[in-house]
């Protein structure tokens, strides 16, 4: 894992930890054991993926989406 990746990954989970917690008025245990039972988690902690890349609303609407449908599509 590159540098870039260990410092900023605790960053991006930590905002989209509070924009669920926010947007869906749960309590950040629960935010936390959903997001870090989510596909999207699995493939965020894997830097290869890029999606560490996007951003916490982007990925927020991509939790939601997997949330809605079990299924996460990104844009070639």
Known sequence: ???EFDG???VIVSGLAQKITAAESLDEETVLSK????NL???LEQ???GVWQFSVPYL???YK??????QI???D
């Open 73 to 75: 599509i990104f844009p």
């Open 65 to 70: 989406e997997e949330s809605e449908t079990g």
């Open 60 to 62: 927020y609407e991509k």
């Open 1 to 3: 894992m590159s540098r």
């Open 47 to 49: 830097e290869d993926t």
């Open 41 to 43: 988690y699995a493939l």
């Open 8 to 10: 900023i990954l605790p």
């Open 35 to 38: 997001l870090y039972a989510s």
